[in-house]
């Protein structure tokens, strides 16, 4: 996956220790060194250190490719650097990579690369013999990572070879040969790769991947394709989305399918295709509270008439976040009032701030008067 070895040296206790994530309460433990640790939120925190540690969940290609002068292919020679760490809580590096193949931009045959580690915070690592994708920024007589966490990006060996392309084609072609010919880990890997370039590409090489009997293969194939924004296999994602456990607290690499199927219905969310209404809104009904407030979110942002009574019925959600976004649906949607106010939990009304079952009863009372007549249908 895409932290490989950047994860994989942090040293044992932190390897051991548990990751909190601010924004959603989801956990992960990780048991062992794995070449990813599934961050889901913007700020990682670990607690044994108390350091804020910044990042994105995967690679951003379109900003990198930007951002970068040079972007390579090739292998590392060398590594040399500090064995102290310095007062801000980071240590120089220096790495010699031997370039494979150049996608963008000119760089000498070996070229030497500026990088740092630091304290409590897994960032991208250029170790020797270390072989992937180098995304690089000049920076006087060396380059530096374009991108400190991912501006390394271990990959399979195998590539198209097309020459003279956009550099986001040709590393999209590359990843492509490599589905068509890994197996095992590194096909993970691949697959999940792929899925973090977030265009609407072809995707017939995920297709060719299912029915998968590997679960992580499976989960990890639903993913990718939901983020290139292929939508073809939606219901099967929602049925994988349906065995994520209320508690979604997971230990990698044991429990590493539901970790990505929690990640499946996080991208959910972000589905903005008026083609898939009625699949969203079936995933409203389903017993999954996940699958359910995912669901309501993205029916929230799709701004149709057809998700009044499907948004209604959440409003009685076990879920407060489903509650939430099924009120706010509602209220955006109908804009019932004169001022629209007091129909979403903690608005003023009358004075004051209303209550959330106060809320709720107002919703009913509209319902029941004028909106099942006109929307229930």
């Known amino acids: 996956m895409y ?7 942090i040293d044992t206790r932190m390897a051991q220790c548990e990751l909190s994530f601010s924004v959603l309460p989801t956990k992960v433990t990780v048991k062992e060194s794995m070449r990813l640790i599934y961050a889901f ?22 900003r990198m490719i930007k951002d970068s002068t040079v972007i390579v292919r090739g292998q590392v020679l060398h590594e040399s650097g500090d064995s102290q760490w310095n007062s801000q809580g980071w240590r120089q ?7 494979e193949r150049t996608y963008k931009g000119v760089a000498p045959s070996v070229t030497r690369v500026s990088w740092k580690d630091y304290v409590g915070c897994p960032r991208a690592r250029l170790e020797k013999d270390d072989y992937g994708l180098f995304f690089l920024r000049g920076n006087g007589s060396e380059f530096v990572l374009a991108d400190e966490q991912y501006g390394k990006l271990a990959v399979s060996h195998w590539q198209d070879g097309s020459q003279g392309l956009d550099p986001f084609v040709a590393i999209g072609r590359d990843l492509k040969r490599a589905i068509q010919n890994d ?3 590194q096909l ?11 265009r609407t590409i072809g995707t017939a090489e995920l297709h060719a991947l299912l029915p998968a009997k590997d679960e992580v293969l499976e989960s990890a194939v639903h993913l990718a394709l939901i983020k290139l924004h292929d939508y073809s296999e939606l219901e099967a994602a929602g049925r994988l989305v349906e065995t994520v456990p209320d508690s979604r607290s997971f230990v990698l690499p044991a429990q590493e399918a539901a970790s990505l199927r929690t990640r499946i219905g996080s ?53 407060e976040q489903t509650r939430i976004q099924a009120m706010r649906g509602l209220q955006e949607l109908i804009r019932p009032g004169i001022e ?13 701030n209303v209550t959330e079952e106060e809320v709720i009863g107002r919703w009913r009372t509209w319902w029941q008067a004028e909106g099942e007549s006109r929307y229930g249908k």
Not at 3 to 9: E, H, I, K, L, S
């Open 267 to 319: 991208e959910i969310m972000r589905i903005e295709e008026p083609g898939q209404l009625s699949v969203l809104q079936r995933f409203t009904l389903s017993s999954n509270y996940w699958l359910r407030q995912n669901a309501a979110y993205a029916l929230r942002h799709l701004h149709d008439f057809s998700n009044v009574r499907y948004l209604i019925r959440l409003i009685d959600d076990p879920s």
């Open 93 to 99: 590096h220096f790495s010699d990579v031997l370039i």
């Open 41 to 62: 939120f913007v700020l990682i925190t670990i607690p044994t250190t108390a350091l804020a540690c910044p990042g994105s969940v995967e690679p951003g290609f379109d």
């Open 188 to 198: 993970i890997e691949d697959v999940l790769l792929l899925g973090s370039m977030r």
């Open 3 to 9: 932290w490989r070895r950047n994860v994989g040296q």
């Open 183 to 185: 197996s095992g880990r």
């Open 340 to 352: 629209g106010d007091g129909w979403v939990p903690g608005t003023p009304l009358n004075g004051r």
